[in-house]
């Protein structure tokens, strides 16, 4: 879009993000804790991905270094929480308006509720409300029980990139069933924008538009292949569907998590006024 006045480009999104005020993003997926994954190396590059965060418009991120599976036995709870400490401590010597909270992306297994109560691995913001929870992409597991056990430990779980799990798209009576029992989907910017090909942003958008979907988070981990989309992605769900399911799916339920707060469904009303 031209700036009539000024001759100058405007991107769609700053269009929509104008209409809310300037509101700040949170972002509950995102590796930008160094030295713990493939994440950043240093520290240096972690306060880059830092500031490109910040240049996204986005105030508090969850650090969501991954844990168990190929990373069992790594980055345990303390030591995420003490990584954090030192990235908050760093980003305001740096000057980077940015609140870093502890988190963990957690590799289905097992042993997760085993885990959780020996203070091993992290709920999103160390809420003990929320997990964010990480499957295979190409074998489907059905994760009922484990999230029946979550739940009566008063955990709810969020899936970690649902549109890169190629299962979910054939299994719509079992992921309905994972969302009765207390389960929510996470689908990244990137993917919605179609940096992971086209398959991948076709499932995004499904996910999104059945109203399964209810959290937009970057997923990133670095500034250049993984970056940070979270502005273009809420202007391309405004254009194409709503600035009302932009906002709940960007802003707002992300920001409830962090809160500890409970998810708002994406309603049958809300999808029926996108597709409309």
């Known amino acids: 879009m031209i700036d009539s006045v000024n001759g100058n480009t405007i991107d769609a999104q700053d269009h929509h993000l104008k209409g809310y005020g300037w509101e700040k993003f949170t972002d509950i997926h995102c590796h930008c804790l160094f030295g713990l994954d493939d994440g950043p190396a240093t520290m240096a590059e972690s306060l880059a991905l830092c500031r490109r965060l910040v240049e996204e ?14 990373f069992d036995g790594c980055n345990k709870a303390a030591n995420v929480r003490q990584a954090v400490n030192d990235l908050n401590e760093a980003l305001k010597n740096s000057s980077i308006t940015l609140k870093v909270v502890p988190g963990g992306e957690v590799r289905v297994d097992e042993r997760v509720c085993q885990f959780l109560e020996a ?5 999103l913001a160390d809420g003990g409300k929320y997990i964010l929870l990480e499957l295979p992409y190409q074998v489907f597991i059905d994760i009922e029980p484990l ?3 979550l739940a009566s430990m008063g955990i709810q779980s969020v899936i970690a990139h649902a549109e890169k799990i190629a299962s979910l798209a054939t299994q719509h009576q079992v992921v309905l069933s ?29 996910l ?3 109203g399964w979907a209810t959290l937009v ?13 979270m502005r273009a992605a809420f202007g391309r769900i405004s254009t194409k569907l709503s600035e009302d399911l932009a906002r709940l ?3 707002e339920n992300p920001s409830r998590v962090i809160n500890g707060q409970n998810i708002l469904p994406v309603s049958l009303y809300d ?6």
């Open 208 to 210: 999104l538009t059945s």
């Open 57 to 70: 418009d986005i105030a508090t991120v969850a650090a969501t270094p991954h844990q168990l599976g190929r």
């Open 271 to 276: 999808r029926q006024e996108a597709d409309g």
């Open 147 to 149: 999230l029946t056990e």
């Open 217 to 229: 988070a970057t997923d990133s981990h670095d500034t250049n292949l993984r970056r940070p989309r």
């Open 249 to 251: 799916v960007c802003i």
């Open 178 to 206: 994972w969302l009765e029992h207390s389960a929510h989907l996470q689908i990244t910017a990137s993917g919605l924008l179609g940096d992971f090909g086209p398959e991948v942003q076709r499932a995004a958008w499904y």
């Open 119 to 123: 203070d091993k691995i992290l709920t």
